[in-house]
């Protein structure tokens, strides 16, 4: 039978994995980090997918491989992935890299553990609590709670589910039947996230009321007062506002303000999604653009997009004090949340989440700002307002460039109208020639590599691009590489 | 006013910058790595926590710090964290190291994108896509969908929702308003996260019905068919049965034959939270442990449990070939999912998710996969059900241990009986007295250092301990010094 024999095993496997492991951190230095990062490297190297299924080799078998083949998998999966590292990718809400927050992300993965409890995450727990109390301080609370969450979409699920909780605590035993049917808030410019949120949590997105924008993507107050009466009207009962500080598109903020008043007089739940403009509260000079977001219940702000924190960094702030997070998400579980323990069990912070073991999210924040300071995290974020206007400056030295909108924040959008399209705004046919630009100039950047950038239609609006800028390793030189190659890439159109 | 000067930058920081990661890295190894593995090392060092804020000096200051004191404080986050990848951490259902994903945990870091479309993740979203097939194909499916989550709790969340979709589709855009009271079943010793789930999804926690378990934690088919009888005569509709391969406390392996049946005849979406046991389907010899898995609708599966993929590794895996999963959880964000790209957008799978930025967490699993092959993989569990015996027959040797129940799986459940409690069963302070006992010894442990396990109440049973084996780094040695040690911190209670 089984005995206790045979299961010895030598160290071997360990000074064999911690070899690999650090041959392998050589090449993802070289390749993701140096390369990575380098202008004179290309920012993605397109392939077909069908070409880079047969070049990667994807398949699991039966058999193991060896070191070698082992580190130039590494390198091959390096190779053909999008460098979000590169100063010339402007895809995304998230570019560059931050050396510290990287290395807040290694020192995470190394250590792997979950932040439920402080037995096993004594320091990331005690962490947590201090970075959550520094963005609070940020928003203007000097108390509250929160909790890290793996993505912005659902700290925003999480605000929405907390506000249905608030109004109706028997939403959590009882289900929604219990409830009248309750209706949500949002811009028709906001993220996608309060659709998904509202189907996911049972709410139906029927039930959301979008609420109208002005030119720059702002909400407009008279219209969502309008809406609360429309919702009223048809029998429902008006619990939640979600205000943008930061759009996606266009970078609009919200008039929090306004809206704040408006959500007080209905006894409403206001949040404010502030996943992309959060962190202009991090300057003295820019912070201006969310001032009443003191007035909000809740904030979703993701340190991995402008601050540079590496994806999932995103926090979920309440100003409530009545433990109103923990009520409304904890089951108790008594496998892991022992009352028992010797230690405060106060600091078993884990029932607060909709999550059971739950990545540590706060290191690579806290790393980064232990490193650069507020002053210089604020820094940031006014070289990249600076840039910002740079660029629109420009363009608008340039024919052929033509902005949707003034910028209120770092996305920069616009049209470009090659030459055979100038002047021919008239025509028929000109949307939709123009509708076909943008796709065309991405397909030829991404194809050729040298830079990448989204485009998209919006609200009538025909296709055009979105230009991000928060990298402060971006110059000048950047900049105007960006407008030229832009040209270069469209004139023929 | 704002031109382009000034905001050129030498690239003097990104020399510096990968001068801080690799210097740290050499700290990572050293503290988190080398001595995180060590037998000889404390796998924690306890701190009250105040002691440990004083320490760690978290606060977030104005400005930055030196090289140095940043290196620092990477060797302090390192120390004084706990040492999961140690072999006498038992803590969770986690542990140990794999250097191979550890190294896809470093390099899905430093490569930092986001899962949901093609043009920025094209390797991931390709990879993802074959490491969901090889997992369905341990499932016995050919086809089917799925999606990787932040966690098991969120996959479970998602199941829930399709099935919920699947049921009564106008429940995403009517809300649950539009639809006749739900039901859900699951076990008494199944996972909290369904609990979480039900009311994060407005269904609320009074409409899941507990089934009884047997002694080993088995949900009884019986007593499903009696709750859904129950159920139905209170006006409810039981669409959705979790049921569990492996169970987080005993380890239990729930009968799916018997509970397909049922489902099937009452019509009902059959989910398997295999998050723990799923591993089991590795290896010929153990997979009987789920038979009848493959008629299931979904499956959560944890490859960042037994698989030691590292945290967050978690599938969600569907039989469905309607594109239900997408149907139920698509936005349609036309700013990401262009529908005018280039490339077949079928590629776009982000809209799947309820995320929109997603974690690549499908490269840690790819690449051990490369390195071990399926046959390394099911070694690794075959030798955690050869310890999990020996350390069980050992156990029965030593007067003292006393097994909650014969374990099904690698979760070994026991109290330990001091010598001062032996043959006093029948005392009527026995029970206060033995539930002391585990919280007391599990102090000392951690206090000194010398080892992590659990222990919880359950279902009328006083604290007991759950040993959990899965590293495959143990040697006889260690389950040797296990029980040694358990012994000698609670010998004189
Ligand atoms: C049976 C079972 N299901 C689900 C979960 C939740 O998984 P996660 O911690 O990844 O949310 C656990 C966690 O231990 C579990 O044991
Ligand atoms: C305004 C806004 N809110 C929420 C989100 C969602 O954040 P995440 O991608 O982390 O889910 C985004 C993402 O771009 C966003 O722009």
Chains 1, 2 share one sequence.
């Not at 071997?12 to 070899?19: A, C, F, T, Y």
Request: proline residues 3%; aromatic residues 10%.
């Amino acid at each position: 039978v089984n005995g206790l024999h045979n299961l010895s095993e030598p160290n071997e496997q360990q000074s064999h994995g911690e070899l690999f492991l650090t041959e392998a951190f050589k090449v993802i230095v070289e390749e993701a980090v140096r390369k990575g990062t380098d202008v004179n490297e290309k920012v993605c190297e397109w392939q077909e997918p069908e070409q880079l299924r047969a070049l990667l080799d994807l398949e699991l078998r039966e058999h193991g491989e060896s070191h070698k083949q082992l580190l130039q998998r590494v390198r091959d999966v390096a190779k053909y992935s999008v460098k979000t590292n590169h100063p010339r990718f402007f895809n995304q809400l998230f570019a560059g890299v931050d050396y510290h927050a990287l290395t807040g992300r290694l020192l995470t993965e190394t250590l792997n553990t979950s932040q439920y409890t402080y037995e096993v995450a004594p320091v990331f727990v005690l962490m947590e609590d201090v970075v959550l109390q520094k963005l609070r301080s940020l928003l203007g609370w000097n108390e509250g709670d929160g909790i890290f969450c793996p993505g912005g979409s659902i700290s925003n699920m999480c605000a929405m589910n907390v506000a249905r909780y608030w109004a109706f605590p028997q939403v959590k035993t009882q289900g929604l039947w219990a409830l009248p049917r309750l209706a949500i808030f949002t811009s028709q410019e906001s993220h996608y996230s309060t659709k998904k949120a509202a189907a996911f949590l049972g709410i139906g997105i029927d039930n959301i009321y979008h609420v109208k924008v002005n030119e720059s993507g702002c909400m407009i107050p008279e219209d969502l007062e309008a809406k609360i009466v429309l919702a009223k009207s048809q029998g429902a009962v008006p619990f939640y506002v979600n205000a943008t500080s930061g759009t996606t598109v266009q970078g609009a903020f919200d008039p929090l303000e306004r809206i704040a008043d408006i959500s007080e007089r209905n006894g409403m739940w206001m949040h404010v999604d502030a996943a992309w403009g959060g962190s202009v509260l991090l300057s003295q000079k820019h912070r201006h653009l969310v001032s009443g977001i003191e007035r909000a219940n809740s904030v979703t702000w993701n340190p991995h997009k402008m601050m540079m924190a590496g994806l999932q960094c995103s926090v979920f702030l309440l100003r409530d004090t009545t433990n109103l997070l923990m009520r409304c998400h904890c089951a108790n579980a008594t496998y892991l949340f022992q009352q028992d323990k010797f230690y405060d069990i106060s600091l078993d912070t884990g029932d607060k989440s909709i999550q059971c073991g739950r990545k540590v999210d706060c290191l690579k924040l806290w790393l980064m700002w232990k490193a650069e300071g507020s002053q210089g995290l604020a820094e940031r974020v006014e070289k990249a307002f600076a840039h910002t206007s740079a660029l629109v400056e420009e363009m608008k030295k340039r024919e052929g460039f033509q902005l949707v909108s003034e910028p209120q924040f770092v996305n920069v959008c616009f049209w470009y109208i090659p030459p055979s399209l100038r002047g021919k705004e008239n025509n028929a046919d000109y949307q939709d020639r123009l509708a076909k630009v943008a796709p065309t100039i991405k397909e030829r950047m991404v194809k050729q590599g040298t830079m990448m950038l989204g485009y998209q239609p919006l609200e009538g609006r025909v296709n055009f691009f979105r230009m991000v800028i928060l990298n402060p390793q971006l110059t000048k030189r950047d900049m105007i590489f960006f407008l030229d190659e832009i040209e270069r890439l469209g004139k023929d159109l």
